[in-house]
């Protein structure tokens, strides 16, 4: 079945509902999500804290599981897929974007990219390296490539968290808040590199808190009360000085 775009979906959700245990009672977070991402799109999740945005694209990537319902993606149905089976398909197929980088701090810049291809097998050992350092030049780091993670700004270290999400070349990429702890202009270099992935035939899924970055997204969903309470297609605003 293709979708809005006319391209195949690579992500659907199938009724989700998620729960947690909160003492003795139970708290329902996502109460029957469906949605579907076709091959290609740049998607938008916001909503206010606690409404589960997070906790959906973890559900997606295969962090976490469903109570119940259905995710698929790629064609695999992530929720039924053992851990170890999740973690060889998870290395090969998403590229996971962090708020916090998650950059190992014992590595450089470049051995954290490397990290992935490495874990993967994927790649010559020495094809690894250049690929590693093609992805840092993209993202105009290639003079930090020997740096600690701690030697480099935070907009630098998401930056290479960016390169290292590419690492393996998945078709889909996530990103949970992956301008919330950067500086303007550090968040506009972010955001740019996103549309350059997606005109380049990635699909990406960013959760964000911030509605006005989110409009400069091509479609975006609005989660509250653990339902959906939007779904729009925007087209590409432009950035004004955010």
Avoid: C
């Avoid at 874990?119 to 094809?127: C, F, Q, S, W």
């Avoid at 270290?157 to 303007?184: K, V, W």
């Avoid at 549309?195 to 899924?205: D, I, M, P, R």
């Amino acid at each position: 079945m293709t979708g809005q775009n006319g391209n195949e979906p690579i992500v659907e959700i199938n009724n989700v509902i998620k729960s947690f245990p909160v003492g003795d009672t139970e708290i329902t977070i996502l109460k029957g999500i469906s949605f579907q991402v076709d091959e290609g799109e740049f998607l938008s999740i916001v909503g206010p804290s606690g409404n589960g945005k997070s906790t959906l694209l973890n559900m997606i990537t295969g962090i976490d599981r469903p109570t119940d319902g259905e995710v698929m993606v790629l064609g695999h149905q992530v929720h039924e897929m053992s851990e170890n089976a999740l973690a060889r398909w998870r290395g090969e197929n998403v590229g996971i974007i962090f708020q916090f980088f998650q950059m190992l701090p014992a590595l450089t810049l470049l051995n954290n990219v490397v990290l992935p291809m490495d874990l993967a097998k994927k790649y010559k050992p020495r094809e690894r390296r250049e690929r590693a350092m093609h992805l840092l030049e993209i993202v105009g780091l290639a003079d930090q490539a020997h740096k600690l993670p701690g030697m480099v700004s935070g907009g630098q270290q998401q930056r290479a968290a960016i390169s290292r999400a590419l690492a393996n070349d998945p078709p889909l990429i996530t990103a949970d808040e992956p301008t919330g702890n950067l500086d303007t202009a550090s968040a506009r270099m972010v955001f740019d590199l996103f549309n350059q992935l997606v005109a380049e035939g990635k699909t990406l899924l960013m959760v964000t808190h911030d509605k006005e970055l989110a409009h400069l997204v091509p479609r975006s969903i609005e989660i509250m009360d653990g339902r959906i309470t939007r779904d729009e297609y925007l087209g590409i605003g432009d950035w004004a000085g955010h």
